[in-house]
């Protein structure tokens, strides 16, 4: 049986959406705290968790003393940090939607036990996504979960609440690690993205930590022609 989403995220999506259908235009102000808290029957300790993460995540700014405000659309996101697709899509205006081509436990084979940093053969949960901008596809993941992390993973029904939202309920990271290349695409990346002969996919790889231990490692695969990515640091980040 699935687990309902947790309150803020309930919350969250609630402005993703409006943003996905227009209701809230770029620049446009978002209802205060108070008129969520009535409307969604939610504490406003909820409301201000769900306000705090879409700021952090760049979807929305708040102003203080004046209110929130949706960002302008921005098609870059940041490899300094972990985004849901979903929030990518709802800030380039356009309408979200998820495949399951996978979804299994399993072994994970000596490579991948190496990249968790642990022994093979490892127990992990493989989970392969589609996800769709207006219909197109945008992003081909593939996703290892080591199993005692999310052991009710496979439970969840991934077309209404995302891997990203799931994962962060079980726990928030703590390290990040992300490796990118361009290349041209195998014949599974070409059949799922629908990609012209010779037209180049754009990978990244992620590793996600939780403590001292790996918990995530995830390939996703995106036309190149379609997206991009950026890193933004400050100059005391050179320092630590």
Excluded at 106 to 123: I, Q, T
Excluded at 172 to 187: C, F, G, N, R, Y
């Amino acid at each position: 049986m699935n687990e309902p989403a947790p309150l803020y995220e309930v919350v969250k999506h609630h402005i993703t959406d409006g943003i996905v259908s227009g209701n809230y235009v770029p620049g446009a102000k978002l209802p205060s705290e108070s008129q969520l808290v009535r409307r969604l029957s939610v504490s406003r300790m909820t409301v201000n968790r769900a306000l705090r993460e879409l700021t952090r995540d760049g979807v929305i700014f708040r102003m203080q003393g004046v209110g929130s405000f949706v960002s302008e659309a921005s098609p870059t996101p940041s490899l300094a940090e972990v985004r849901d697709i979903r929030d990518i899509v709802a800030e380039r205006g356009g309408k979200h939607s998820c495949k399951i081509l996978q979804a299994e436990h399993a072994l994970a084979d000596k490579d991948v036990s190496e990249l968790f940093e642990m022994p093979d053969p490892l127990p992990v949960q493989r989970v392969v996504l589609l996800h769709y901008e207006d219909g197109r596809p945008l992003q081909l993941e593939t996703r290892f979960v080591l199993k005692d992390f999310a052991p009710q993973l496979l439970e969840q029904d991934l077309t209404r609440i995302s891997l990203f939202q799931y994962l962060q309920s079980v726990a928030p990271l703590s390290e990040l690690e992300h490796i990118v290349e361009a290349s041209l695409p195998d014949e599974f990346e070409q059949k799922n993205l629908e990609l012209n002969q010779g037209q180049p996919v754009l990978r990244i790889r992620r590793r996600t930590w939780v403590g001292r231990n790996v918990v995530t490692l995830g390939y996703f695969s995106h036309p190149g022609e379609s997206y991009c990515v950026s890193v933004r640091v400050k100059p005391s980040d050179f320092r630590k």
